[in-house]
């Protein structure tokens, strides 16, 4: 007598038969599909780890400051309660003052460097940064203009950027100011080929390997943060602009608008030829090509003849673009040591 082959199986294999009958009725759901492996070193895009800044180093350049730093400082104190950092600073770089600002930083909580003199706001930046601990640097002036409850939006939105910049959009000051930060800005974006809604905000969020690593190119004046904006933009770092609304100072500013105005544009076309010098080059020799031309045609039409006037503007059309091609290669090399550096 042949033997059941249904009793022939062990108890367990009765059950697993017995639920893979039930499965093919639709009685109960089928097994998901496991999902396949990733790549080795490649983490699935719902577990890649978003990077959170735990490290911050607070850079303020006063200078005779006492009426604004008080109040400032104690701002800071507030918002720095409710933000999450592992460490945290506050360096107060006192540009020669000649009141109370390095007794009054001290006694709001921060580290006090002083200047014995003025060496001017670009310097007072550049020692900051060389001094800050942390991985980020927050740049604010201390004149009180830059508030600091915009600090939680700006670190939310440094995730994923090297840079973000509180950008003021041609608002906030006195007129001529704005007229001229406008103009700044335009310049600055054709040269950069990027858009500028703030080219000379102060108040900015950046990477402190990056800071340390362009601190050599800033000036010591005001026109820091054109350089520093320009620099980021043109070595191919990403920089993020954050809106906000500048606030009244008191006190008299220390910027004066001829003299600072005019060395925006040099400090401009500085960068310029340092990281993109075809974007000047280039256009100058087109300009020289064209008027070559130009008065070449008029002369050949009106006097039948090739003046040396025509010869020299060509000649400068060719120079100007020569160089602007061995420009273009030193800025190569010379961009290749930053990115070693600035990570």
């Given at each position: 007598m042949s033997a059941d082959p249904e009793a022939l199986l062990s108890p367990v294999s009765q059950a697993e038969n017995a639920l893979v009958g039930l499965m093919a009725a639709g009685e109960l759901p089928l097994p998901k599909a496991e999902a396949a492996p990733a790549a080795p070193g490649v983490e699935p895009p719902d577990t890649v780890p978003v990077e959170r800044i735990t490290s911050?180093?607070?850079?303020?350049?006063?200078?005779?400051?006492?009426?604004?730093?008080?109040?400032?400082?104690?701002?800071?104190?507030?918002?720095?309660?409710?933000?999450?950092?592992?460490?945290?600073?506050?360096l107060v770089i006192d540009d020669g003052s000649t009141d109370k600002t390095p007794a009054i930083a001290r006694a709001g909580g921060a580290r006090a460097i002083t200047h014995p003199q003025s060496l001017g706001n670009g310097a007072a930046v550049k020692r900051g940064i060389r001094e800050a601990k942390g991985e980020w640097i927050l740049l604010l002036d201390g004149d009180g203009q830059h508030p600091p409850q915009e600090l939680p939006a700006m670190i939310a939105a440094a995730r994923?950027?090297?840079?973000?910049?509180?950008?003021?959009?041609?608002?906030?000051?006195?007129?001529?100011?704005?007229?001229?930060?406008?103009?700044?800005?335009?310049?600055?974006?054709?040269?950069?080929?990027?858009?500028?809604?703030?080219?000379?905000s102060g108040y900015r969020l950046v990477r402190a390997s990056i800071a340390k690593s362009l601190v050599f190119?800033?000036?010591?004046?005001?026109?820091?943060?054109?350089t520093i904006t320009m620099s980021m933009l043109r070595g191919g770092w990403s920089v993020a602009f954050h809106p906000f609304t500048v606030r009244e100072r008191q006190g008299k500013s220390h910027i004066r608008l001829v003299s600072d105005g005019s060395r925006f544009f040099l400090i401009i076309l500085r960068i310029a030829t340092m990281f993109a010098p075809l974007r000047v080059f280039l256009p100058t020799s087109f300009l020289f090509a064209v008027l070559g031309i130009g008065w070449y045609a008029f002369t050949y039409f009106t006097t039948g003849r090739f003046t040396n006037m025509a010869v020299t503007l060509l000649g400068q059309a060719t120079l100007m673009f020569a160089l602007g091609l061995i420009a273009e290669q030193i800025a190569a090399l010379r961009f290749q040591n930053l990115s070693r550096d600035g990570k």
């Amino acid at each position: 007598m042949s033997a059941d082959p249904e009793a022939l199986l062990s108890p367990v294999s009765q059950a697993e038969n017995a639920l893979v009958g039930l499965m093919a009725a639709g009685e109960l759901p089928l097994p998901k599909a496991e999902a396949a492996p990733a790549a080795p070193g490649v983490e699935p895009p719902d577990t890649v780890p978003v990077e959170r800044i735990t490290s911050l180093s607070i850079v303020m350049p006063a200078r005779n400051e006492e009426l604004n730093l008080p109040g400032l400082l104690a701002e800071i104190q507030e918002v720095l309660a409710g933000v999450d950092l592992e460490f945290c600073e506050v360096l107060v770089i006192d540009d020669g003052s000649t009141d109370k600002t390095p007794a009054i930083a001290r006694a709001g909580g921060a580290r006090a460097i002083t200047h014995p003199q003025s060496l001017g706001n670009g310097a007072a930046v550049k020692r900051g940064i060389r001094e800050a601990k942390g991985e980020w640097i927050l740049l604010l002036d201390g004149d009180g203009q830059h508030p600091p409850q915009e600090l939680p939006a700006m670190i939310a939105a440094a995730r994923g950027h090297d840079m973000v910049v509180a950008s003021r959009g041609g608002r906030g000051g006195a007129f001529h100011r704005n007229v001229a930060n406008q103009i700044y800005s335009r310049f600055a974006s054709y040269v950069s080929g990027k858009h500028i809604p703030d080219l000379t905000s102060g108040y900015r969020l950046v990477r402190a390997s990056i800071a340390k690593s362009l601190v050599f190119l800033l000036p010591n004046t005001f026109s820091y943060p054109t350089t520093i904006t320009m620099s980021m933009l043109r070595g191919g770092w990403s920089v993020a602009f954050h809106p906000f609304t500048v606030r009244e100072r008191q006190g008299k500013s220390h910027i004066r608008l001829v003299s600072d105005g005019s060395r925006f544009f040099l400090i401009i076309l500085r960068i310029a030829t340092m990281f993109a010098p075809l974007r000047v080059f280039l256009p100058t020799s087109f300009l020289f090509a064209v008027l070559g031309i130009g008065w070449y045609a008029f002369t050949y039409f009106t006097t039948g003849r090739f003046t040396n006037m025509a010869v020299t503007l060509l000649g400068q059309a060719t120079l100007m673009f020569a160089l602007g091609l061995i420009a273009e290669q030193i800025a190569a090399l010379r961009f290749q040591n930053l990115s070693r550096d600035g990570k």
